[in-house]
Every structure is written in C-alpha cells, then in structure tokens.
C-alpha cells in the first residue's frame, strides 16, 4: 500500500453541525414549538417545586372556605367542594397527571421500541410472530381496552400504569417496525453487512440513529394521548385514590360544583387540555424540523 | 494476514463457477401459484489478479444480484465463488475475513452512506469494526480521503448531505478501500453521475487499481464506460451469461446475436451518421418462469427450432458464446462451419 | 410565416428558498421554428429541466419567479391565467418526462387517461376520445393497442410506459413538444427504439421539439439544432453537427472530450476539473471560469454575452477566437 503520508493536523476538523442540534435549532425559529416548551416548562417545573410555591397542604381544606371563586383573598385560583386551596391542588396534581401521562410513553417506547427494531431487522417468522401479536392488541379500541385492564387488575395507580404501558406499545412497535423496515432495505445498511459487522453493530450504529427522528416525532404525540387517558381513568375511579390530588380525579370531584362555580369546576380540564395540546402541537413541529433536506 | 496458505500467483483474484439464484415469489394460497425469477443461472466467470471484469447488461438481467451474491449478501443456491483460488467458507468468521477482501460501491451514492454520521465516521466504520483502533482507522480515512481528492480537514467532519453526488461517490470508494480490500465491486458506481464527474472518478479508479493492487468488477449499463474501463466483459441477459471475452474482441466482434443488438443500440454521437432502424424491438422480458431454451430466442431475428434448447457455454478463443449459431454441432441452419 | 414558433427572450427563473434566492435559469434566449427539433445539453445544475419546466409553466407559481419573454406562435405565454394557461398546458405545449412510472397517473388505465386530455382540449364525445386514445397508440406502435388501452400503467414494461407517455403527450397535437431526459430511465436496446420513434412521430406530425438530455450521444441522434447549457445559462448553440463536431465553448470541448466513448481504453481521460457552481453562489463573470483552462482575469470581469459566429452559431466565451 502505497499511499502519500499526511500529517494529522492536531486542530479538529471542520465538524459540521450534527442532526440533532440542527433540529434543535429549526425547532427554535418556530414560535407555535416554542410557545409550547414554555407551557410545558412551567407546567413541568411548577409541579416539580410545588413546595416551594404554595404554603397550602394540598390534602387538607377548610369547610369554611369552600367553593371560593378565584381571586379570593388568599386562595388565587379559588377552593375546592373541600375548601382545598385550587392552586396548591394543581401544582401537586401535576405531579401525578406529568407522571402517569410519561412514564407509560417511556416505557413502551423502550419495550415497543426493542419489539418493533427486532422485528424489523430480523423479519421473517419473527416480524410476523411479532406484529401478529402486535395486531390483536391493536385490534381493541385504546380506552376500552385500558378500561378492561386497569379493571381487571383492580383500580390504583400502578394499575393503570400497567394498563397505560401495554395500550401504548402496539403503536409503538408499529411505528418502530415500519421505520427500522425502511432504513434496513438502504444501502448503507448492505454496506455495513457487506464490511462485516454483526446485526447488533449495526442496529446500534446504523438503525437506531435513522430511526430515532420519526420515533420520537410518534412518542411525543402518544403524550397528548395519555394524559388525557390517565386522567380519564382516574376520573372514573381507576386511577389515583381520593384525596391525592389528580387532574382527572379532580375533575370527577369537582362534578358537583359545575353549576355553582363552573370556572373552578373547569380548571383541572384547562390544565389537561393544555398539556395535551401542547405535546400534539410540539410533535407537529418535531416532525416538520426533523424533515431534512 | 492470518490465512497461510497462499495460494499460486496464478489463481485468479475472484472466481465463480455454475452459480444458481432462483427467487421464489410465494402463491397466496388462493389459486395465485408460486412464481420463480430465475435470477442468475449457470454463471461462471474468473477475474485474473489486477484486472477489470466489465459485466453488461439490462434491467432484469441479474446484474444487481451476480453482485450480491459475489459480496455473500445473498447465497447462491449452487455455485462456488473462489477468492484467490480458495472457496469461502458459510461459517460468520470466514465470512467476516472474507468481506475485507472484497467491497462494494453502490449505484446510488446518498443513499449507501448513514445520513446520520460524519464522513469519517462512515470510513472508520469498517476498519473499527475488524478491531482496528480507533486512532489507526482515523489515519487510515484521512489518508484515502486524501488520496480521493477531498480535503480531509474540510470533509472528515462533514455529513453526506453537504456534499456533491460525485464527492459522495469519492467517499464511498474511500469507504470500500478503508478495509484494503483485494476486489471492489462497482454496481452501476458512475451511472448517476454527471458525464463530466464520471471522467475524474473513472480516472480515479483506474490510479486506485494501480496503487493499491486492486482487481475491479465493474457493473454497468453503459457499454462506453465498461469497454474504457474492462480487460474483459461479460455480457448477461434474463440471469445467463450469453458471451464473455477480452472486450476488445468482443466490441469489435461480438458474435451472439443479443450482444450485436446492445452495441448496435448505442447512440451514434454522429448526427451524420444516425442509426435508421432499432436493432431489436420490444422491452426486455421479465425473468419470471422462464421457458426452457435459450432465453433470447423470443427477442432474436436467428431463432429456430432448435432453440427451443438451452445452448451451451462454448469456447471460441479467449471468448464464450452461449448461441446455438455459435455451434458447429447445434444443428442451426445458420450454425458456423467448424474450423 | 417568417415568425418563429418559439420565441423565448432573457428568459429568468428564481426560485425563492431559505437561504435567499437561486437563480436556476439566467436570461436565456431561445428561438424555435416549426418542425424544428433543438436538443438541449447539460449537467444536472445547469437549468435545462427548469427551462423546460417555465416553458410549460409548471412551476409553482408561489416559490419561482419567471421574468422575460415567452411568446408561443405569437401569443405570450407568460401572462396566461386560468382557464387559457390551462389549454396551453397540454394543449398547445406537452411534455414528455423522465421517470414514465411517476408520470403516468397509477390508479386510472392508459385508454381513459388519453381520451381524458382529448376531451381536456377538444369538444369531443366520450366515444371519440376512446377512438383517439386508440389511434395514439397505434401511432406510438404499441402491439396489440386495443387490449392495451385497459391496461394501467403498472402492468406495462418501462418502453411501453414511455410510448403511452408519448401517447399521451401527444394526444392534443400540441405545436410543441417538450421531451425532458425521456429516455434515460430506459434500457439501451429501448432507448434507441424510443428515439426513433420520437423522431418519426416528429416527422409524421411536424410538431417543433425541445429535447433535453445529459448524453450527447441521444442529442446527436435527433437534434437538428443544439444548444449547451452551464450552470443556467446558454453557453453555445448551432446545428448539431457544427456544436458537436467542432465545439468552440471551452466547456463544450470539455464535455465532448471527457466522454468515454472513444477514449482509448485504460488511457486517462481529459476530464473537466472541479464541479459545476453552487447555484447560489456564483463565481463573477463566466460561470465556467474556475474549472476553464484558457480562463484569465477579463472572464471574471463579466457574463460574456452570446457572440454569433458563422451561420447559426453562437458562442458565450470571450476567447473565442483564440480557440478558433
């Protein structure tokens, strides 16, 4: 091998801006996205320093002070059919809503996501064993499938994470498989085969980073969809328990109060419908940031 | 070099011999039967040491798949392939020593590199892949991307959509000889390139094979580039080889009726001399469920009864001819007086 | 008639993108008599698929903007809207594409898709657009036309799809056929059948014809006039002969000497260094300057203009008669 000797220049070369802080930038010149990671922030970070910025125990309320309307001396956003301060309860509620709304997400995209990769990459019998399965879950509608589980186990909060994680898997392994289908038949895939390297090389080089875009544009809308179907499960009982503070709960609760004070009776829907909007708004500018020329 | 056995000087660097690849699309259970693509057939070829098998031919004619099955990316159903006179082993690992000796550059330059890593990353992949350190693999793609004419402090860095279809096919070679591979194989490498890029890289890769010892196969369907580029050519049609030889003689004087029809279709360049009649009509068959015979014969203006056989492979000089014409014995009426 | 068919003046195309304006095509003039059939040779980047895109006036109207003159049998094409631009498409000017696959709509046969542009364009009956359809394909000289027309375009092989293409191109007698790379996509022993059917259909029905191709060898073949485009605009034109006999633009020479054909095997070629310009950034003056060897500071100073030498030839070089 005969080759003109180059030095390496001890400087890095000219490195490019990779994908993802390319996506990162386009997602910051599109004000729809960015109005949304701001509602999400503080929603999100609102939750997580509750304690910090209500001095109200969420659980406890006075009969006294119930059904304020907002704006009422020391309670901002009014008092529950307990007299439970509404602020205190939504920041804390949060909690729970953020958390039943994601961990399910997170959790079928790491088992979906493996399902779907494998039965992409793989084929054959193991595609079809894979997304036979995949297909009778599927064939159940979402909410009353995650009603029957959630059911069938017996109401509590892990439960209906249970129930949450197997609805959302199928479209996720779904998802995962048409796309990993689609990287596998490119040639850089062929190439890397044809170079030597094994299946697990070259899913972890070569698969993954390809199909992470359209993965992760699908998980952030499964969020919207989530929350709103743990806080539908909490409403009708299956979820959190009285009184932990829970956006569905609170909005079962709160049923009785629709004609007396519909605005506080509304709120915990504001919340859910905001959440929800904005990961369906944010996916859409995902996807429109991730698509590269 | 782990394996000892070197083989003679005179074994050739790549060798086939009745490779058989038949594709079975399945019936549906409903009456639809299975159907057969017959997609290469009794195919046979040597590539000496440091010289350029040229393969021609049209679509559906197998060209993609002889490659594939050259790289092991498809497995014959018969057949042997021979790396410098030794077969290759099924087994991962011989299989793993034999894909640093034979590479591949692909048709379609954006699509054969990950958009997702840098120029280097893609290079270094292979090397890092046989064990090579990461320092050494970083040299080793900083020397080719060198050697093919892209700057590597300007493209090292680099992601494959920055740059120009003829860059990226740079970077594919570079990829291909990262593992110092004994054959490349181009499958359709300049087809999509523009004419002027096409001449650089054609000329690229004739330095290439000098420098580094290289033996090319080169598959194309443009018989101006295979005859610039080829010592010998392989002419294939529906997945048999009809005629191989030293591609002057078979440009000068090609004897199967198929091959005749392709060089006569070539555009003139001569507007005083434009061609006046198509050489053959209709579109090339689909090579499902063939007929037994010769597989041209439904296209040939020569076909007889006897074609309804299958011809052989038969040796005329350095060439083969699969034609009953070619065969003083066929019993063709217009079967050429043996010598 | 003494006026031209076509007659295209400093014609400009701008595409409006992200990062600034892109000028694809950069005042190019074209002329075209009757029956005349002018190939157009370039590389991908030079403009000839956008030239031909204005022409038909397919390009979309909120990213491009088209400045120049564009008159068609004396009528200005530019300025049509609605229902007119609607009948020059595919009425008076059609086209024939690349890729006859993606051209073709999949989900209606042959037969309906040309009586549906007859009827398009003529006041005709359902029956005699199916009669027409009919006869267009006997005229591209697909075998067995009648069970074919209730073919869809899937089940036909990539030559057949190009004749129905044709077919269909030419089902409303346009007086202008634009034929962009159409025989690129095909196998060698089709792409020749294709051209001398195109060459024929051009003699039988005398319609002028505007071909566009990266191969000199299919330009040869059925171009009577040539025309050489680099990075947007027209470098040389002539008749055929002249421009690929005896190429006076450097960059013409360039191509004609880095085709393989002929070369001597194994022997370098002499290919044309460097690349074609980024589009949106142009080097100053002639656009083939850097990769040029003749290039010196007067090129860059500014776009040499189309300088006429001899019958019908014209030359965009300003050393041009130092290369002589």
Sequence with gaps: MTVSEITLPTTQPTRSQGYWSNVWHKLLRDRVSVACMIVLALIILSAIFAPLLTSYDPAVGSVVQRLKPPFTEGYILGTDELGRDMLTRLLYGGRMSLIMGILPVLLALVIGGTLGTVAGFVGGWTNTIIMRATDVVFAFPSILLAVAIAGALGSGLLNALIALTVVLIPPMVRVTESATTQVRSLDFVEAARASGAGGLTIIRVHILGNILAPVVVYATSLLSVAIIMSAGLSFIGLGAKPPTPEWGLMLNTLRSAIYSQPLIAALPGVFIFAVSLSFNLLSDGLRSAMDMS | MTDQSLPSHAAPALSASSLNKTFTVRGNGLGKPA????????????????????????SGCGKSTTARLLMHLVEPDSGQIRLSGEPVGTAKRDLKQFRRKVQMVFQDSSASLNPRLTIEQSITFAPMVHGVSAKEARETAWRLLDRVGLDPARFAGRYPHELSGGQRQRVNIARALALNPKVVIFDEAVSALDKSVEAQVLNLLNELKAEFGLSYIFISHDLNVVRYISDHVLVMYLGQVVEQGPVEQIYAAPRHPYTRALLASMPSADPDQR???????????????????????????????????MPYELRHGDARVRCHISDPQSGHSKAEAAQ | MNTPLLSVKDLTVQFRTAKGPITAVDGIDLTLERGEVLGIIGESGSGKSVTMRALLRILPEAKTTISGNLLLDGKDALSLK???????????????????????DPVYTIGTQIAETVRRHRKVSRKDAQARALEML??????????????????????????????????????????????????????????????????????????????????????????????????????AADVLKNPKHPYTQGLLSSTVQGAKPGAPI???????????????????????PLATSTCQAAVPDLRTQGAARRVACVKVEEIA
Excluded: W
């Design chain 2, 35 to 58: 159907r057969h693509v017959h997609a290469v057939s009794d195919f046979s070829f040597d590539l000496p040491t440091g010289s350029t098998l040229g393969i021609v031919g049209e």
């Design chain 2, 275 to 309: 061609t006046m009649a198509a050489p053959i009509s209709g579109d090339p068959p689909s090579p499902i469920d063939l007929p037994p015979g010769c597989r041209f014969a439904p296209r040939c203006a020569f076909a007889e009864g006897i074609c309804n056989t």
């Design chain 3, 82 to 104: 609605g229902r007119d631009l609607a009948s020059y498409r595919g009425g008076d000017v059609s086209m024939v594409f690349q890729e006859p696959a993606t051209a073709l």
């Design chain 3, 138 to 239: 006997e005229l591209v000289r697909i075998p067995s036309p009648a069970s074919r027309l209730g073919n869809y375009p899937h089940e036909m092989s990539g030559g057949m799809r190009q004749r129905a293409m044709i077919a269909l191109a030419l089902a409303a007698g346009p007086k202008l056929l634009l034929a962009d790379e159409p025989t690129t996509a095909l196998d060698a022993t089709v792409q020749i059948q294709v051209i001398l059917l195109l060459r024929e259909l051009q003699k039988e029905m005398g319609m002028a014809t505007i071909f566009v191709t990266h191969d000199v060898g299919v330009a040869a073949e059925i171009s009577d006039r040539i025309a050489v485009m680099y990075a947007g605009r027209i470098v040389e034109t002539g008749t």
């Design chain 3, 270 to 292: 002499k290919a044309i260094p460097g690349m074609p310009p980024d589009l949106a950034q142009m080097p100053p003056g002639c656009a083939f300057a850097p990769r040029c």
